[in-house]
Each structure stands twice: as structure tokens, then as C-alpha cells.
């Protein structure tokens, strides 16, 4: 009777393996997952960051336009003039290698494609002797107060996954100079 008693306790049966096996995998898929949605999370807060200093950095590149225009005696409205064919959503980029005619760095987005920024040697640039950063910028104004003010909009957009994600600031820049 003894006996019997011991080789009954001798290894698992088939039953018990299966259910540790099932209980493990259930448990490495969804530590995979967590893992996944955690890599996941990190790149659209590492591309939200960036996209934001982009933007950023459009409403600088307006900010000073507006201010060397001002600095070569020019009065507001000559700068508001280099910024005229803006002024809807999604119409205008910047040439930020080569100054335009005008030498505001301002082109038309006339394809989306004109507004994609490329990373070369670690900068965000339009134009495409970089890799493709999967960044685009625009930028629009509206004007207000009777032209004594203009509301400048920076708008960086990116796909990740199945989605579209934007950033877009904003900012009022005044005639400061009279």
C-alpha cells in the first residue's frame, strides 16, 4: 500500500502539464503586449515631442522675418505682403536652405510633398537630399486688427501606424515698429 502511494507522487500528469503550459503562454503574451503598447507609446511621445519643436520652430522662421523686415525699415505691411499667399491652411512651407527671390525662405506648398521635412546631418530641412524624416510643416497666417496684427499657425503632421497625428501652434505677432 506504501508503494503504491509513493509512484503516484512520482511526476505530473498530462492534464497538469497542459494547463502550466497555457498559464505560461497566456503569461508571455501578455507581457508581450504590455511591452508592445509600451515601445508603441514611447515613439508617438518621442515624435510628439519632435514635432512640437518643428512647429515651434516654423513660428520662429515667421518671427524672424518679421523682424529683419523690421530691422531693414521696411514697415509691417511689407512683411504681411511676403506672407500674403498664406493665408489658408496648409498653403505654405519654408526653403530653409536657400532664400527665395523675395528672401524670405516662404514657397508655396503647392503638392504636400513641398512641405516634407528630410533630415540631413541632423537638421529638418525641405529639401530632399536627406532621408525622409515622415514630417510635414506648414504654415498659414490670418491677419487681424486692421492689419496691425497677425496670427501666425505652424502645423507639423505625421503618420504612425494606421493614424494621422498633428501639432499645431500659433502665435500674434504685432507692428512693434512704427
Given at each position: 500500500?506504501?508503494?503504491?502511494?509513493?509512484?503516484k507522487n512520482r511526476?505530473?500528469?498530462?492534464?497538469?502539464?497542459?494547463?502550466?503550459?497555457?498559464?505560461?503562454?497566456?503569461?508571455?503574451?501578455?507581457?508581450?503586449?504590455?511591452?508592445?503598447?509600451?515601445?508603441?507609446?514611447?515613439?508617438?511621445?518621442?515624435?510628439?515631442?519632435?514635432?512640437?519643436?518643428?512647429?515651434q520652430e516654423g513660428?520662429?522662421?515667421?518671427?524672424?522675418?518679421?523682424?529683419?523686415?523690421?530691422?531693414?525699415?521696411?514697415?509691417?505691411?511689407?512683411?504681411?505682403?511676403?506672407?500674403?499667399?498664406?493665408?489658408?491652411?496648409?498653403?505654405?512651407?519654408?526653403?530653409?536652405?536657400?532664400?527665395?527671390?523675395?528672401?524670405?525662405?516662404?514657397?508655396?506648398?503647392?503638392?504636400?510633398?513641398?512641405?516634407?521635412?528630410?533630415?540631413?546631418?541632423g537638421s529638418y530641412?525641405?529639401?530632399?537630399?536627406?532621408?525622409?524624416?515622415?514630417?510635414?510643416?506648414?504654415?498659414?497666417?490670418?491677419?487681424?486688427?486692421?492689419?496691425?496684427?497677425?496670427?501666425?499657425?505652424?502645423?507639423?503632421?505625421?503618420?504612425?501606424?494606421?493614424?494621422?497625428?498633428?501639432?499645431?501652434?500659433?502665435?500674434?505677432?504685432?507692428?512693434?515698429?512704427?
Open positions: 500500500m506504501q508503494k503504491e502511494k509513493i509512484k511526476g505530473f500528469t498530462l492534464v497538469e502539464t497542459l494547463v502550466a503550459i497555457s498559464i505560461f503562454t497566456v503569461s508571455v503574451i501578455s507581457l508581450m503586449s504590455v511591452l508592445s503598447n509600451g515601445i508603441t507609446g514611447t515613439k508617438f511621445a518621442n515624435n510628439k515631442i519632435i514635432a512640437g519643436y518643428l512647429a513660428i520662429e522662421y515667421v518671427r524672424n522675418i518679421r523682424d529683419t523686415n523690421a530691422l531693414s525699415k521696411n514697415n509691417f505691411n511689407s512683411f504681411q505682403s511676403k506672407l500674403e499667399s498664406c493665408n489658408t491652411e496648409g498653403d505654405c512651407g519654408f526653403n530653409n536652405t536657400v532664400p527665395t527671390t523675395n528672401n524670405s525662405f516662404i514657397s508655396k506648398c503647392n503638392q504636400i510633398n513641398d512641405c516634407k521635412l528630410y533630415i540631413n546631418n530641412i525641405n529639401v530632399a537630399s536627406g532621408e525622409e524624416s515622415g514630417f510635414t510643416r506648414t504654415v498659414w497666417m490670418d491677419i487681424k486688427d486692421n492689419g496691425k496684427e497677425v496670427k501666425i499657425f505652424s502645423k507639423v503632421t505625421w503618420m504612425q501606424g494606421s493614424g494621422k497625428y498633428d501639432v499645431t501652434l500659433s502665435e500674434n505677432l504685432f507692428n512693434w515698429i512704427e
